[in-house]
């Protein structure tokens, strides 16, 4: 079940160029510090943190987002980013 989720969320954030390197940026913010020097090599969130996040979204730490919310959240960032380049551009 998991799986298919993963790749619909996936497949959601890949019909979106524009968010292509908002998801790669996030992708490595939210990764466990030092990700490289584990094995599998992957930049993946602290299961601790993962769980209280999908928690606080969603009401269950064993959820998983869905692909629309995951492309609304790669928006909202991408926005941010771009307002608060332009606020403290002056």
């Known amino acids: 079940?998991?799986?298919a989720q993963r790749a619909a969320v996936v497949v959601a954030v890949f019909r979106r160029p524009a968010l292509w390197c908002t998801a790669i940026l996030q992708v490595l913010r939210l990764a466990r510090p030092g990700w490289w020097r584990r094995w599998p090599p992957f930049p993946?969130?602290?299961p601790a943190y993962w769980q209280f996040r999908m928690e606080t979204a969603y009401g269950t730490g064993s959820a998983f987002p869905e692909p629309g919310d995951?492309?609304?959240y790669l928006r909202w960032c991408r926005g941010m980013k771009k307002l608060?380049?332009?606020r403290y551009r002056d």
């Open 1 to 3: 079940m998991v799986k």
């Open 44 to 46: 993946t969130p602290d």
């Open 70 to 72: 995951v492309v609304e």
């Open 84 to 86: 608060l380049r332009e």
